[in-house]
Each structure stands twice: as structure tokens, then as C-alpha cells.
């Protein structure tokens, strides 16, 4: 676990959101098993609770991405799984690295072009 990590008492240290998509469907456009979907989801929240104290994960409405690859939309229904963070926290390289290593682990598992993680402003296609 990061160092200082469950000292921040709300006061004046800036903080920026962290998200990771955690997709509905594959690649190929067929929907993921509700237990596959889950067991991203609950990773995800364990990574970003021992990163950043904790996270919440919410369904989102609908999602879209434009696949260069089938040069199409792809539709979805994800689940975004965010924490805010201190800024030192979030961009730390070891964090950077544990959030690539659980995009990558989605992107495998899960039959995906790409995962999408947002880390204040900046949104990274992994």
C-alpha cells in the first residue's frame, strides 16, 4: 500500500478523479458473462482501494467507441470503477503502473481493442 495513503483528512491537497471502463461486451460485440464482468469490477475496486482508500463502481447508461480497427461504433454498457486521489498518489509510478497492469489484464481477459483509463483530464487507451 502507498505510504500516507489513509492520511488525508480532507484539507486543502488537491485531489483528481481516477477511472477505469470496465466493458459489458467483447470485441466481437457478444456480451461478457455478468461473472466475468464482476470479477474485473471487484479487482478493480481492490486495486483502487488499496491505492487510494477506496473507489465506487456505478453502471453506466451506454457507451460508445469508435473502433479503428472495424471502423464502427461499439456499443456498451460499462461500469466505471473511480476513486479520487492526491495528486501524488495517482501519478506515483508505481501506481501508474498497477493501473496499466489492471487495463492490460482487462484488454486480455476480457477480448478488448482497448481499456480506458482517465487519470485527471487526461483519458489513456490502454
Known amino acids: 500500500m502507498s505510504q500516507g495513503v489513509h492520511d488525508n483528512d480532507g484539507g486543502d491537497e ?15 460485440e457478444t456480451l461478457l458473462p455478468d461473472k466475468v464482468k464482476d470479477k474485473w469490477i471487484r479487482e478493480a475496486q481492490t486495486i483502487f482501494a488499496k491505492l487510494f482508500t ?3 463502481a456505478f453502471d453506466a447508461r451506454a ?4 473502433s479503428e480497427t472495424k471502423s464502427k461504433i461499439l456499443w456498451d ?7 479520487w486521489a492526491r495528486v501524488e498518489i495517482a501519478t506515483d509510478l ?12 482487462i484488454k486480455a481477459k476480457m477480448n ?3 481499456v480506458m483509463v482517465g487519470i485527471d483530464s487526461v483519458i489513456h487507451f490502454i
Not at 457507451?63 to 469508435?66: D, F, P
Not at 454498457?77 to 476513486?83: D, L, N
Open 14 to 28: 488537491k485531489s483528481i478523479l481516477v477511472f477505469i471502463v470496465i466493458p459489458s461486451h467483447a470485441e466481437d
Open 54 to 56: 477506496g473507489s465506487t
Open 94 to 105: 508505481q501506481t501508474l503502473a498497477s493501473i496499466h497492469k489492471l487495463a492490460l489484464g
Open 77 to 83: 454498457k460499462p461500469v466505471i470503477v473511480e476513486s
Open 63 to 66: 457507451g460508445s467507441y469508435w
Open 112 to 114: 478488448q481493442e482497448c
